[in-house]
């Protein structure tokens, strides 16, 4: 499977950063592309990006200060098939990613994201009271996957939260 590229610039507002692409992802080259991702209509509800953009338009999210990444750049069908080996390595890579294009903002798509990220047992959606990068506040939103069992509503007020922060 391909890799899916950065979505990234310096300065953003926000970067939002994913466990790894899934299958649907590296077939098309666009993040968060699976069918029952939400991720999209979580953005467009939250009215960060203008409307709902399709997975193939994620490239126009830097016009709105907005990009994407992953922890481990390796596409796979689920995050339990990614090694210790490529989270650890992933972390450093984040963290310089961080440190280069200083968002102001990391927001992390599912809790678990940041677990790995962090290495903290207990994580909870939200503002992190301690970013991982002096200058760069991190947030953590619920997966936008399909398999999450939150519900939409519950989901989207992080996402508005977000928004409230960095507009």
Request: glycine share 8%; charged share 20%; net charge positive.
């Amino acid at each position: 499977m391909k890799q899916v590229p950065d979505i990234i610039a310096a300065n953003l507002k926000i970067l939002f950063i994913g466990f790894n692409p899934g299958t649907r992802s590296a077939e098309t080259g666009h993040h968060f592309a699976g069918y029952s991702n939400k991720f999209w209509k979580l953005l467009a509800a939250a009215a960060l990006t203008p409307y709902q953009f399709k997975p193939e338009e994620d490239g126009k999210l830097l016009a709105f200060g907005l990009g994407i990444t992953n922890i481990v750049a390796r596409p796979s069908r689920t995050a339990a098939e990614i090694t210790k080996a490529e989270y650890q390595a992933g972390r450093i890579i984040l963290q310089e990613k961080l440190l280069l294009y200083k968002p102001q903002v990391a927001c992390f798509a599912g809790v678990g994201v940041y677990r790995e990220f962090t290495r903290q047992a207990r994580v909870i959606c939200g503002w992190q009271a301690a970013s991982v990068v002096t200058g760069v506040a991190d947030f953590v939103v619920p997966s936008p996957s399909g398999l999450t069992r939150i519900v939409f509503p519950e989901q989207l007020a992080y996402y508005q939260e977000l928004k409230g922060y960095v507009t």
